[in-house]
């Protein structure tokens, strides 16, 4: 059985910073690109931030600078760093980990709220 258990989210104030994870279990995570999505109220969800199993990144252009995925495949867990957060932040932020050659191998977390505010 897959799972993806995603932690770390909260409140957080503007211009301060969060740390997600996100523990998988049940796939070989190493062979996986892991990536960090979220979903404001109302609008479609989007990505954040992904990182190839050879450790390449690809970031929103709305959290360049600002935001640092990474891995440790010896733990099956990716992260996000959330530096220099802003209100515009807030989301359900979900995990997902998907097999390269394999698009039907494509697993999400259940999501964990962050929320950006005095």
């Known amino acids: ?51 190839s199993s050879g450790g390449t990144t690809t970031y929103a252009d709305s959290v360049k600078g600002r935001f640092t995925i990474s891995r440790d495949n010896a733990k099956s867990t990716h992260y996000l760093q959330m530096n220099v957060t802003k209100p515009e932040d807030t989301a359900i932020y979900y995990c997902n980990a998907r097999h390269p050659l394999n698009q039907r191998l494509d697993y999400w977390g259940q999501g964990t709220q962050v929320t950006v505010s005095s």
């Open 1 to 51: 059985q897959v799972q993806l258990v995603e932690s770390g989210g909260g409140l957080v104030q503007p211009g301060g910073s969060l740390r997600l994870s996100c523990a998988a279990s049940g796939i070989m995570f190493r062979f996986y690109t892991t990536g960090w999505y979220r979903q404001a109220p109302g609008k479609e969800r989007e990505l954040v931030a992904r990182i």
